[in-house]
Nanobody
Framework: QVQLVESGGGSVQAGGSLRLSCRGSISLGAIHDMAWYRQAPGRQREFVGAINRGGLTRYASAVRGRFIITRDSDRNTAYLQMNPMNPDDTGVYYC?????????????WGQGTQVTVSS
């Protein structure tokens, strides 16, 4: 069972920055997509952005130009750099890895990390 461990959440003022990390217990070579989602209070979970095996990134329109997703193959880790942040970015952030294990295509989620942006 692949596990993801998230870190880096916290509180920041509007205009500030945070970097989230998501480390997986699997080689990045088996992962074909690493994504970030977020869920604000009272709202559905929404897509933030993702990076695929080839290093191509895609972002939701609400964060494009402010958030950057990168990865570190040596650490099996994906990162979400957020700057500048605004109060609408408040929520619980989740990472999601899609990977291949044997003949199976699988998906696993991180436990979530709280991000709070104050005005």
């Amino acid at each position: 069972q692949v596990q993801l461990v998230e870190s880096g959440g916290g509180s920041v003022q509007a205009g500030g920055s945070l970097r989230l990390s998501c480390r997986g217990s699997i080689s990045l070579g088996a992962i074909h997509d690493m994504a970030w989602y977020r869920q604000a209070p009272g709202r559905q979970r929404e897509f933030v952005g993702a990076i695929n095996r080839g290093g191509l990134t895609r972002y939701a329109s609400a964060v494009r130009g402010r958030f950057i997703i990168t990865r570190d193959s040596d650490r099996n880790t994906a990162y979400l750099q957020m700057n500048p942040m605004n109060p609408d970015d408040t929520g619980v952030y989740y990472c999601k890895f899609e990977y291949t294990l044997g003949d199976d295509e699988l998906t696993t989620w991180g436990q979530g990390t709280q991000v709070t942006v104050s005005s």
